[in-house]
């Protein structure tokens, strides 16, 4: 067990260049005035900043092998919990596999400056192994992150696991003694850089709401007929630091700050194996291996939002022959008899049934073939078998043309949605399209 622990990441973290590099992780936010809670600013988009290590960068064992990975972790469910809600929504990530919570309270620092951070910027001692490459696209850019943090609704904190590594390796070697010494520190350093860095992001943005989220175990009690002794010392040390979290989330309430604590460790427990990549990678695999996968990241992505807005959303299941589900401003769509259709891999509703979700006005003109579309002073014109549409009397080509089909007109939903002034996004994950505006 003790090499899942051990620090042999300087290979495999050269590999992790492919993942994940700014583009992927993250979503420039312009600025904007911040809002309090949980709903959108001023501007209707709500905006949302992630920090912390490698469970906040959605990190999936095996994911820096795939060609174009994407992380699908809790902020990206977290987010997606948003456009359930009927929110335009934003994010940025800035997950740094490795970092300490020491770490992120330097970043902060040099962030409210308007400084980058770089590799020895964000060391502890004897952190040098756990250097993440992708710091310079991240947090190269110390005043994009500070404006990012200013603008925010919502800031999601994972960290602290990194910073439990020296106390379970102790126990694996049999250490136990010098492992209980050492555990009061581990737990009060990590709950002073995370005082100081919440502190940090109020002078930034005093309105935002900041969730933090406890430290799972990912050791199980037992794998391949192999008890771990330790199995409980870690639970116990998990519950320590989860009670350090609800402390300080008292400490900032007694300061009308709304600091809150997301709780997914407990959902670990006993399901470590099932929630952890840890039989993929192998018990002597590599680091990796205690990292969650899919079924981890939705328990923590549900622990985040019910912390947030007090629940969890999710589509219906679909009717046989439906393949996709639509939301259009927080409602889910219940077409007519006519189930929407994917060709070509884009969306088609009937004229009727988009108008009717939508709030548009609708007229058909006989003569031109041509549906008329008109909402908050625009007006879109498409006609069955054309390829360009007109936005208030402008031409706009779109990729899917209307067409008629069993005596029906259908139409592409996410082009007449987006020249209708909806923000539209898809989701593959949830085979679900959001249509917010």
Same mark, same amino acid.
Request: charged share 25%.
């Given at each position: 067990?003790?090499?899942?622990?051990?620090?042999?990441?300087?290979?495999?973290?050269?590999?992790?260049?492919?993942? *994940?590099?700014?583009?992927?992780?993250?979503?420039?936010?312009?600025?904007?005035?911040?809002?309090?809670?949980?709903? %959108?600013?001023?501007?209707? +988009?709500?905006?949302?900043?992630?920090?912390?290590?490698?469970?906040?960068?959605?990190?999936?064992?095996?994911?820096?092998?795939?060609?174009? =990975?994407? =992380?699908?972790?809790?902020?990206?469910?977290?987010?997606?919990?948003?456009?359930?809600? *009927?929110?335009?929504?934003?994010?940025?990530?800035?997950?740094?596999?490795?970092?300490?919570?020491?770490?992120?309270?330097?970043?902060?620092?040099?962030?409210?400056?308007?400084?980058?951070?770089?590799?020895?910027?964000?060391?502890?001692? *004897?952190?040098?192994?756990?250097?993440?490459?992708?710091?310079?696209?991240?947090?190269?850019?110390?005043?994009?992150?500070?404006?990012?943090?200013?603008?925010?609704?919502? $800031?999601?904190?994972?960290?602290?696991?990194?910073?439990?590594? !020296?106390?379970?390796?102790?126990?694996?070697?049999?250490?136990?003694?010098?492992?209980?010494?050492?555990?009061?520190?581990?737990?009060?350093?990590?709950?002073?850089?995370?005082?100081?860095?919440?502190?940090?992001?109020?002078? $930034?943005?005093?309105?935002?709401?900041?969730? $933090?989220?406890?430290?799972?175990? %990912?050791?199980?009690?037992?794998?391949?007929?192999?008890?771990?002794?330790?199995?409980?010392?870690?639970?116990?040390?998990?519950?320590?630091?989860?009670?350090?979290?609800?402390?300080?989330?008292?400490?900032?309430?007694?300061?009308?700050?709304?600091?809150?604590? !997301?709780?997914?460790?407990?959902?670990?427990?006993?399901?470590?194996?099932?929630?952890?990549?840890?039989?993929? !990678?192998?018990?002597? *695999?590599?680091?990796?291996?205690?990292? @969650?996968?899919?079924?981890?990241?939705?328990?923590?992505?549900?622990?985040?939002?019910?912390?947030?807005?007090?629940?969890?959303?999710?589509?219906? =299941?679909?009717?046989?022959?439906?393949?996709?589900?639509?939301?259009?401003?927080?409602?889910?769509?219940? @077409?007519?008899?006519?189930?929407?259709? +994917?060709?070509?891999?884009?969306?088609?509703?009937?004229?009727?049934?988009?108008?009717? !979700?939508?709030?548009?006005?609708?007229?058909?003109?006989?003569?031109?073939?041509?549906?008329?579309?008109?909402?908050?002073?625009?007006?879109?014109?498409?006609? %069955?078998?054309?390829?360009?549409?007109?936005?208030?009397?402008?031409?706009?080509?779109? %990729?899917?043309?209307?067409?008629?089909?069993?005596?029906?007109?259908?139409? @592409?939903?996410?082009?007449?949605?987006?020249?209708?002034?909806?923000?539209?996004?898809?989701?593959?994950?949830?085979?679900?399209?959001?249509?917010?505006?």
């Amino acid at each position: 067990m003790r090499s899942l622990w051990r620090s042999r990441l300087r290979p495999a973290l050269a590999a992790l260049l492919a993942f *994940g590099v700014a583009a992927s992780l993250m979503q420039a936010l312009p600025a904007a005035a911040a809002a309090a809670g949980t709903d %959108p600013g001023k501007d209707g +988009v709500y905006r949302i900043v992630a920090l912390g290590d490698s469970l906040a960068a959605g990190y999936e064992y095996g994911i820096e092998k795939q060609a174009n =990975p994407v =992380p699908y972790g809790f902020v990206e469910r977290v987010w997606e919990q948003a456009l359930f809600r *009927g929110f335009k929504a934003e994010f940025a990530n800035y997950g740094i596999i490795g970092l300490r919570a020491e770490g992120l309270e330097k970043l902060l620092a040099r962030a409210e400056r308007g400084e980058g951070s770089g590799d020895q910027d964000l060391l502890a001692e *004897g952190q040098e192994a756990f250097v993440d490459p992708r710091i310079g696209s991240l947090v190269g850019d110390g005043e994009a992150v500070r404006r990012n943090i200013a603008s925010a609704d919502l $800031i999601l904190i994972q960290i602290g696991g990194n910073d439990f590594i !020296a106390y379970a390796m102790a126990l694996d070697a049999g250490r136990t003694k010098e492992a209980d010494g050492m555990l009061p520190d581990v737990l009060d350093r990590i709950q002073s850089s995370l005082e100081t860095s919440v502190r940090t992001i109020h002078r $930034i943005n005093p309105d935002a709401l900041i969730v $933090i989220g406890d430290q799972f175990s %990912p050791v199980p009690r037992k794998i391949l007929n192999r008890e771990f002794p330790y199995y409980d010392k870690l639970q116990d040390a998990v519950k320590l630091l989860t009670g350090k979290l609800e402390e300080l989330s008292a400490r900032f309430a007694g300061e009308d700050r709304d600091v809150r604590v !997301a709780y997914s460790a407990s959902r670990f427990v006993g399901h470590e194996l099932a929630m952890t990549t840890m039989l993929a !990678a192998g018990i002597q *695999g590599d680091r990796a291996a205690i990292h @969650p996968n899919q079924n981890g990241y939705d328990a923590m992505g549900r622990a985040f939002a019910e912390a947030v807005w007090g629940d969890y959303r999710e589509p219906s =299941p679909r009717e046989e022959g439906v393949p996709i589900t639509v939301f259009v401003n927080g409602e889910e769509l219940k @077409p007519g008899t006519e189930k929407p259709l +994917v060709k070509n891999n884009f969306t088609f509703l009937v004229l009727r049934d988009i108008a009717v !979700a939508l709030k548009a006005d609708l007229a058909w003109d006989g003569k031109t073939k041509s549906a008329t579309f008109t909402l908050n002073g625009r007006k879109v014109v498409l006609t %069955p078998g054309s390829s360009v549409m007109t936005v208030n009397g402008e031409p706009r080509t779109i %990729p899917a043309a209307p067409f008629a089909e069993g005596g029906r007109t259908y139409v @592409p939903l996410g082009a007449l949605s987006d020249a209708l002034g909806f923000n539209v996004v898809y989701r593959n994950t949830l085979k679900t399209a959001f249509i917010n505006g």
